[in-house]
């Protein structure tokens, strides 16, 4: 049972360039989430899904967008990518909105 | 200053000592109260959960929450070098994950 995926594993970009950070979840949950997670900083929303048609903005949400592109899968793509957007991406998702979070195991992106 | 203060640690503790660990918070609407656990390298996975004031024990684990004075703990018994990871906790205003709020973390490093 795989849970959350999240595709890549490991992304370095120059500033400018733009990517898309892949996720999905097999365990058929409503909502899902977008992390960054930085030195001394803890994890912070970015963006999140309550359910499958909709996305709020969460914490720190400039610089991001994302897509439920369908029940299983939640993208969040950088436009043009900052120095300040180094960091490890978590995806998470919640069978609901008040259920405990199941993350994946991190997208590590450096931006140079 | 940030919502959630933790202590970064490291914390490093004989095996079969308790480990305790805390986390101050300035917002007093908080309700719902988590610790997670994160390995090097993974996700965060949901250790504790608890509901207002009071002690929740789970095997090991106790988790106690002192809203009077705005802290919280996790202890855990009989330590195992297994247990080296680092402690996050979380906390939320409302049932709904979209508003939860993260520690940056405590590093526990339990020696054999």
């Known amino acids: 049972n795989a849970g959350v995926t999240q595709t890549p594993k490991f992304q370095v970009l120059k500033t400018g360039q733009s990517m898309t950070l892949q996720c999905a979840q097999d365990?058929?949950?409503?909502?899902m989430y977008w992390y960054r997670q930085d030195p001394g900083m803890g994890l912070r929303l970015i963006y999140y899904?309550?359910?499958?048609?909709?996305?709020d903005k969460g914490e720190v949400p400039n610089g991001y967008n994302v897509s439920r592109l369908n029940k299983r899968e939640f993208s969040l793509r950088l436009e043009s990518a900052a120095p300040s957007q180094t960091s490890v991406y978590f995806c998470?998702?919640?069978?609901?909105?008040?259920?405990?979070?199941?993350f994946g195991n991190g997208t590590r992106l450096t931006v140079t | 200053q940030k919502e959630v203060e933790q202590d970064p640690g490291p914390l490093s503790v004989p095996e079969g000592a308790i480990v305790s660990l805390n986390c101050t918070y300035s917002n007093s609407a908080f309700q719902y109260f988590m610790w997670y656990r994160q390995y090097s390298r993974k996700g965060p996975e949901l250790l504790m959960y608890?509901?207002?004031?009071g002690n929740k024990e789970d095997g090991r684990f106790t988790a106690q929450v002192d809203k009077s004075s705005k802290y919280i703990s996790l202890f855990i018994r009989d330590s195992q070098p297994s247990d080296s990871a680092t402690y996050l906790c979380?906390?939320?205003?409302?049932?709904?994950?979209?508003?939860?709020?993260f520690g940056a973390g405590t590093q526990v490093v339990v020696t054999p």
């Open positions: 608890t509901y207002s004031s």
């Open positions: 979380a906390m939320s205003p409302t049932d709904s994950w979209g508003k939860l709020q």
């Open positions: 365990m058929n949950h409503n909502s």
């Open positions: 899904s309550a359910s499958e048609g909709t996305t």
């Open positions: 998470a998702s919640s069978e609901s909105k008040n259920s405990p979070l199941h």
